[in-house]
């Protein structure tokens, strides 16, 4: 699933490198034996954005982003990462840029729901369904998706901040920037998202990536 996650990856435009950041040494060598990077961190961490930020570092290197790209998304679409590049650039003042899509569905408490103000800058997320629809029926609710741009700056001030209470209560790790007053805004994406957060997913997953058409530019790379 991370192989499959990483060469995908690697297909961005956009990005100079891929690395995949795990304190794992049955990870490290797997990914090494399909011709990954690897950066190996600490056992620490409480999320990956903590992980990330000691992965960056150690690479040590004058970059404009992070992209944070979980390894739960082995269908993930390189153009899903060229587009949150590029909406980090056209809105420079972000802190954090996390993407969302729009679901029919959001009954799920492992589908993180996305709410934000009319400049596209985060208010709320939250695993509950999210608006409520109280008075009016919701058109559409918004998930979170696992493809997260943060400026360095962001990055490092998450990783020096401790846990905050909704961060706690909902396990959402970003909700951490939110309450510690980092502008996160939003972008919405096409097309579809698979993560594998739970078993019957992976089995999903399996199904989907026999007649997946991306995993032919890679396969035999």
Not at 157 to 179: D, G, N, Q
Not at 194 to 208: L, T
């Amino acid at each position: 699933m991370i192989v499959h996650t990483m060469k995908r990856a690697m297909l961005s435009k956009k990005m100079n490198d891929v690395y995949v950041c795990t304190d794992s040494s049955e990870i490290a060598e797997i990914v090494k034996s399909f011709g990954g990077n690897v950066i190996i961190t600490k056992s620490i961490h409480l999320n990956g954005t903590e992980r990330i930020a000691e992965a960056a570092e150690i690479l040590d290197i004058d970059a404009d982003y992070f992209i944070d790209i979980q390894g739960d998304e082995p269908l993930i679409d390189p153009s899903h990462i060229d587009s949150v590049i590029s909406g980090h650039q056209q809105n420079p003042s972000w802190d954090i840029l996390l993407p969302s899509m729009p679901i029919s569905h959001p009954e799920s408490q492992h589908i993180v729901k996305v709410t934000h103000d009319l400049n596209k800058k985060i208010i709320y997320l939250s695993r509950s369904v999210i608006p409520c629809p109280f008075r009016v029926k919701v058109a559409f609710y918004l998930k979170h998706l696992s493809i997260i741009s943060f400026t360095p700056f962001a990055l490092e001030r998450f990783a020096k901040t401790k846990p905050t209470p909704i961060e706690i209560v909902e396990s959402i790790e970003l909700m951490r920037a939110i309450e510690s007053g980092m502008t996160v805004g939003t972008i919405y994406l096409e097309g579809s998202s698979f993560s594998v957060d739970v078993a019957a997913d992976y089995e999903q997953a399996k199904i989907v990536m026999k007649s997946d058409l991306i995993k032919n530019k890679y396969l035999d790379a």
